[in-house]
């Protein structure tokens, strides 16, 4: 799948989705090769340990009390910090036991994709686009990239251009029906948008469980956003209608008007 | 011109579902051979370049406020715009897109251009087409093939498309929505998350097939 100018594409089936890694500045192709092998296998630990759906993973056995926390792979208590963290910004917002389970899946998945992109720095790779179903970190640049219009599918609502690294996440019921409830609830939010899209320039991990979370709060999700320090925000409305943060027009290209 | 027509579902359908099989490349050698008369249409997807292109697209199409599976008309006005402004990072690739424009525009060349001509056109990039799945809809059978060029995608159409049922407005919507994309020259789609099966069906199966 060798590129040429120092170009890397891989599609990795894993944790019930598809990751698409594009790297560039190849320098020395094996060891770049060597980084992706590590990055694949760590997406697939993830799954093994994190999945929801696994009744042998660590998580839904942490949940369901059959093992400690000591007894877990360190990655559990990493994930859960980052839960935790995550529970206190967006005051509950957050959540990893809005069904009476350990369900940290707002957040692993982000994650799982930043660490796996990283990983490819040391390897040689000076810009890397990992894309772990419809979430995205960027590494160098510049990139580019389109944010689906939920209300019709195939086109594009945005396009982000980023040249120094972004965690671009978005959260929506387009795909397979809503995944993110209110955990006050326990329902779909109300007033939810069809899609919600965070970018952080620190990582797709904390863009992840912060679109998550704003993506909970239906209608206080702008306000929230605005607030965030290093963080932008860009909704979706259900009847159409697009939203942003004031500093999201820094990472756009001539958007705003788009289907207005 | 806003048809009340039952038709009209007919093409939402089918540009809805037909428009995954756009972004459903199997990689093949060339090997169809009616090839659909509905590139002469294609030139309204070819305006895209121009950031009036979509509303364009959209007049020609006359349903431009029904699109449930429309292609990113509203995309293409913005990127394409932006890309105009000065963007590309591939001058050959950008120049190939150019040419597109050229196909579209003079109607019926542009299936001739695209038999192999197009190949010439795209100069030392190395144009290549590849042929997609022919894939069963409810409607018939729909296969479409892509042209590409230093990487991107400078041409899709439609090589079979079911007989009767669907009018030339549906396919070139197609065209557009895959040629859009490559001249907003997007390297990845951030969405509400897909499943494995849902990627299938996606603009980022098509990026990563196509290899831009």
Known sequence: ?260 | MKRKHPLRRIMIGVAATASGVVLLLALKQPGGSSVADATAATGAGAGVSASAGAAGAAGAAGASDSGAGAPPAGAGASSGGATGAGTPPETGADSDTGSDADTGADTDAGTGADDGAGTGAGGGAGARTVLGNAVDTQYGPVQVRITLSGGRITEAEAVQVPAGGISANAVPRLNQAAVTAQNAGIDAVSGASYTSQGYRDSLQSALDKAGV
């Open chain 1, 1 to 260: 799948m060798a590129q040429e100018g120092g170009r890397l594409r891989h599609v990795e089936e894993a944790m019930g989705t598809v990751f698409s890694f594009d790297i560039r500045g190849v320098r020395d192709e094996d060891a770049v090769r060597a980084g992706l092998r590590a990055a694949v296998a760590s997406l697939h630990r993830v799954d093994e340990i994190f999945s929801p759906f696994r009744a042998d993973s660590q998580i839904t056995r942490l949940g369901r009390g059959e093992l400690t926390l000591s007894a877990c792979a360190s990655e559990v208590r990493e994930v859960l910090e980052l839960c935790a963290e995550a529970e206190r910004e967006s005051e509950g917002w957050f959540t990893t036991r809005y069904a009476g389970g350990l369900d940290p899946t707002g957040l692993v998945k982000g994650w799982a994709v930043e660490r796996a992109a990283r990983m490819l720095v040391p390897a040689g790779a000076s810009a890397v686009c990992l894309n772990g179903g419809g979430d995205i970190q960027l590494i160098g640049g510049p990139w580019r990239v389109g944010i689906t219009d939920p209300l019709h599918p195939g086109r594009l609502a945005a396009v982000i251009e980023s040249e120094g690294g972004l965690g671009v996440a978005t959260s929506g019921p387009a795909e397979r029906g809503c995944h993110v409830l209110d955990p006050r609830t326990g329902r779909p939010p109300v007033h939810g948008p069809a899609s919600l899209t965070v970018i952080c320039p620190g990582g797709l991990t904390v863009a992840d469980s912060r679109a998550t979370a704003a993506y909970a709060m239906g209608r206080r999700a702008r306000k929230w956003l605005e607030e965030l320090p290093d963080t932008e925000g860009f909704g979706v409305t259900a009847d159409g209608r697009q939203w942003m943060t004031s500093g999201f027009g820094r990472y756009t290209d001539s958007v705003a008007e788009v289907n207005a």
